[in-house]
Nanobody
Framework: QVQLYESGGGLVQAGGSLRLSCAAS????????MGWFRQAPGKEREFAAAITWSGGTTYYADSVKGRFTISRDNAKNTVYLQMNSLKPEDTAVYYC?????????????????????WGRGTQVTVSS
């Protein structure tokens, strides 16, 4: 069992930055690939970014590529999402998730179905 706790959300103006954190407790954090997803009101949950267990490979949705950076610190059991140049369309609840599947391909890590554990989410609101 893995418990995930997101933090760092808030209200920011367009063009601003936020850094989300996801702290994990429970079974070995380093065994899991980690992902960030987001869900806007009335829309399906969508993939934003993912990182392999070692941190050696990262994947991004086209909509956030070049603006968001995912990273992890296995010593701290924490994964981060640095979000720069935020846009109003980035407004959503952001969720982190843990994936035990091996191998961790981009296709797998972009799918909500591949994740075993989810946090409760943190709200990000970007004003225009």
């Amino acid at each position: 069992q893995v418990q995930l706790y997101e933090s760092g959300g808030g209200l920011v103006q367009a063009g601003g930055s936020l850094r989300l954190s996801c702290a994990a407790s429970g079974r070995a954090f380093r065994n899991y690939a980690m992902g960030w997803f987001r869900q806007a009101p009335g829309k399906e949950r969508e993939f934003a970014a993912a990182i392999t267990w070692s941190g050696g490979t990262t994947y991004y949705a086209d909509s956030v590529k070049g603006r968001f950076t995912i990273s992890r610190d296995n010593a701290k059991n924490t994964v981060y999402l640095q979000m720069n140049s935020l846009k109003p369309e980035d407004t959503a609840v952001y969720y982190c998730a843990a994936c035990a599947a091996i191998p961790t391909t981009q296709a797998k890590l972009a799918s909500t179905a591949e994740y075993d554990y989810w946090g409760r989410g943190t709200q990000v609101t970007v004003s225009s």
